[in-house]
């Protein structure tokens, strides 16, 4: 039967009698040369192959294995995370080819995640900037560097949608929103992979984590996600296979149960909905320990039964917990995991390391004399400082207090003022684990040297982070080193008050620091500590224009900050190029062109609180008090998703439609008019967002569609035109059909989803 099929399905795809195209041919000769090699492997060779273990540059858990070499030697081991640089990755790389018995080269694997040794902004500080190039740069950059150091693999990108700010990995991803966080998941998989794995300056990529590790309970990292089918498909999936269509190479699973059961040992997910539903083709790998994880989370009795559910799910290499190596040839032996099924995730970790070139050249990566010049270059350093200047989001400015003069005293005051370490954020990889943030440009640097020789800069640190012992001892413990000041926070207060004081203007570098958000750093309160709440209330009084820098991992609730600041500006950790960047955009060097990929709530009660919402039947009106709304604050948040300032001013205004009624295989367009009434140039991001008036479901009252980004020269305008397909409108209907709806639908267009200009059409 077997053969019948095959020959059936070759002769219909006509390759049969074909020549064979190059692609063929490479194919062939892979998977003879794979076939050879799996024919010599025992059992114990094969888990090996599907094995990881940490070489400890770097931690991101608790080490399981210290003796990781002679497993090497012993042929136990088929991948190391957290080894890089060419001299470590090559000796290591030497065990594997020059004392195990085939020869098999390892592969290195580590935490790309914004940057690795010139650092850029956050991921979501990179979102913020809604510029797919750039983020596509972005991350070319950083495989550059990383493969340059040895690194193969990346576990990047992190894609996972959070409307949870109290979690602190949101800054890991692209924010809340799936279509946008989709658009930037491509790109950074373009970015890591280039066009075909195996050249010497990409990496290959990992989407993870999957599958909604960014929807726990309570915002509390690992905690369990809880979710409907048609939120999971609608909201959450999407992202993961967005990258993976754009080639992801592989995947990591997720700590979290998603209704119950763990990912890692999810059936469903790895098994039906990423292999057969999508057609992924590249291995998967799991998270730190999350096989052994299994245990605590009560659905696997002991590491062996964990392996088990593991690899029958659809797991296929082991980060950390040592399960497969110990348990998978006994598994196969006692026939509870079939060796078709092990030959099968063999092949795929062989084929990435045939693809990347390591069976010609195992060293092809640790190339010394590469590294010496790939790293932090100017050229890369340009990227880092555009991509963060664009990732800045202006989200208030009263009166023009922006752009700066470059002339008079500014005075900077806060403890991100004189900081290099916390600009470059959580999962900084090597820019933390080399010490490469001493490269980092402070604000006071930036504001230095981009402002000239008028231009005369003050310091006050003005307060701590935070005071709390219990918290200092946490955050020294993820190597934050935060380290006192000797003077009390009176003196400390006071003496950024005098240094005000004598200055026109203040810049204030407040917020987080970089260990608040990231993994295990979840927050109950979303605000800039209260220490340098004071701060700032007590630099206010002096009557001096105050600019307010805002650092963090996550959205704030900014409402005390903004009425305190004459402009604010959510400011993300930027990177090695911060000061620069920052103070590009504060003497309008650069516009401020970023918009929000998240929504800023007025408070932590607010959370969920995001622009796609659901009407209720009882939407909120203002008037009557049945109506869905809080008696204590509004409905709305702080600053919407897509809201960010320019120091132009663009106004919308003509909004068109081609015509009140498309066909299904119609397209509509949707053009509006976008003028510079303001007294800068700048560009702007257009935004436009889709409403099915009446559907089967419930949908929600806006969704993003697309966006443009102009440039507009003050008093300059322009028409700018959108298109709206069939596919724009589709959604899962009462019976999970993925389906558009003939009917009414409303389209908005403007510079944030509360922003807007809205006209009605109708879906024959
Ligand atoms: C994180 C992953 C990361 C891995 C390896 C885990 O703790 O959840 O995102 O890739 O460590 O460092």
């Not at 790309?112 to 850029?120: E, S």
């Not at 949608?161 to 930037?184: H, T």
């Not at 009624?661 to 003028?675: E, G, M």
Request: charged share 25%; net charge positive; proline share 4%.
């Amino acid at each position: 039967m077997r053969i019948v099929v095959g020959l059936f399905a070759a002769l219909v795809m006509n390759t049969a009698f074909a020549a064979p195209t190059a692609k063929t041919t490479d194919t062939a000769k892979m998977n003879k040369f794979i076939n050879n090699l799996m024919s010599k492997m025992t059992l114990e060779e094969k888990a090996g192959q599907l094995t990881q273990y940490s070489a400890d540059m770097s931690k991101t858990g608790n080490t399981v294995r210290e003796n990781y070499r002679e497993d090497i030697i012993a042929g136990r081991v088929g991948s190391l995370l957290n080894a890089f640089t060419p001299k470590f990755t090559r000796e290591l790389q030497q065990v594997a080819v020059e004392k195990t018995r085939l020869k098999i080269p390892l592969l290195f694997g580590y935490d790309v995640i914004h940057g690795h040794r010139t650092i850029f902004p956050i991921p979501l500080g990179e979102a913020a900037s809604w510029d797919m190039k750039r983020i596509e740069d972005a991350a070319a950059v950083a495989a550059k560097e990383a493969s340059a150091d040895g690194i193969h693999w990346t576990f990047a990108p992190m894609v996972d949608i959070s409307r949870d700010p109290r979690w602190g990995r949101i800054m890991e991803g692209a924010g809340e929103d799936v279509w946008l966080g989709s658009k930037i998941a491509a790109a950074r998989v373009r970015g890591f992979q280039g066009d075909k794995p195996g050249a010497t300056d990409r990496v290959l990529a990992c989407v993870k984590h999957f599958a909604v590790y960014g929807a726990p309970v309570a915002g509390r990292d690992y905690n369990p996600v809880d979710m409907s089918d048609r939120e999971l498909w609608e909201s959450y999936l999407p992202v993961y296979k967005a990258a993976i269509d754009a080639g992801a190479a592989t995947a990591m699973t997720s700590f979290n149960d998603i209704n119950g059961v763990p990912a890692t040992a999810n059936d469903w997910l790895l098994n039906d909905v990423l292999r057969k539903q999508w057609k992924f083709k590249g291995f998967v790998v799991t998270d730190y320990t999350a096989i052994y994880e299994l245990i605590p989370h009560g659905v696997a009795k002991d590491l062996k039964d964990a392996a088990l559910q593991s690899f029958r799910a659809g797991s296929e290499m082991d980060m950390m917990s040592g399960a497969y190596p110990k348990y998978l040839p006994q598994l196969v032996k006692e026939g509870k995991i079939s060796k078709a099924q092990l030959d099968t995730s063999v092949r795929r970790v062989l084929e990435a390391k045939y693809k990347l070139g390591l069976f010609d050249d195992p060293y092809r990566f640790s190339d010394e004399k590469r590294a010496e010049k790939a790293m932090l270059t100017p050229e890369n350093r340009a990227v880092a400082r555009d991509v963060a200047r664009r990732s800045l989001v202006l989200l208030k400015n009263d009166n023009g207090a922006l752009p700066l003069k470059r002339e008079g005293t500014i005075a900077v005051i806060g403890p991100m003022a004189d900081n290099q370490r916390d600009l470059i954020g959580a999962w900084s990889a090597a820019g933390s684990a080399m010490d490469e943030w001493k490269k980092a440009i402070t604000v006071i640097d930036g504001l230095k040297q981009v402002g000239g020789s008028k231009v005369k800069v003050l310091h006050a640190k003005g307060s701590e982070f935070f005071y709390d012992e219990a918290m200092l001892k946490v955050q020294n413990e993820h190597g934050a080193n935060l380290t006192k000041d000797k003077r009390s926070r009176e003196e400390m207060i006071n003496e950024a008050v005098r240094t005000a004081k004598k200055a026109d203007v203040v810049v204030m570098a407040i917020g987080e620091s970089h260990g608040l958000s990231g993994e295990a750093a979840s927050r109950t309160s979303i605000r800039v500590p209260e220490p340098q709440q004071e701060l700032l209330k007590a630099v206010r009084a002096t009557g001096k224009p105050v600019i307010t820098l805002i650092f963090s991992g996550r959205p704030l609730a900014l409402e005390a900050e903004a009425a305190q600041s004459d402009a604010m500006l959510a400011v993300w950790f930027p990177g090695t190029e911060s000061g620069n960047a920052i103070a590009d955009v504060l003497f309008g060097d650069h516009s401020p062109s970023g918009k929000l990929p998240v929504t800023f709530p007025r408070n932590e009660g607010q959370i969920p609180i995001y622009y796609s919402h659901k009407n209720t039947g009882r939407p909120y009106d203002g008037k009557d008090k049945y109506r869905s709304q809080y008696l204590d604050v509004a409905n709305t948040p702080l600053y919407a998703f897509g809201h960010g300032l320019s120091y132009g001013k663009f106004d919308y205004s003509d909004l068109k439609l081609s015509s009140a009624k498309i066909k299904p295989t119609q397209k509509l367009k949707v053009s509006v008019t976008i003028t510079n009434n303001g007294e800068h140039d700048g560009e702007e991001t257009a935004q436009l967002y889709v409403r099915d008036m009446v559907a089967s479901v419930t949908r929600p009252v806006k969704q993003l569609r697309g966006f443009q980004k102009v440039f507009l020269k003050k008093g300059e305008s322009k028409q700018v035109t959108f298109e709206v397909a069939l596919e724009d409108l589709k959604f899962y209907d009462k019976n999970m059909k993925w389906v558009a709806e003939p009917g009414d639908f409303k389209v908005f267009v403007g510079t944030s989803s509360d922003n807007v200009k809205e006209a009605g059409f109708t879906l024959l």
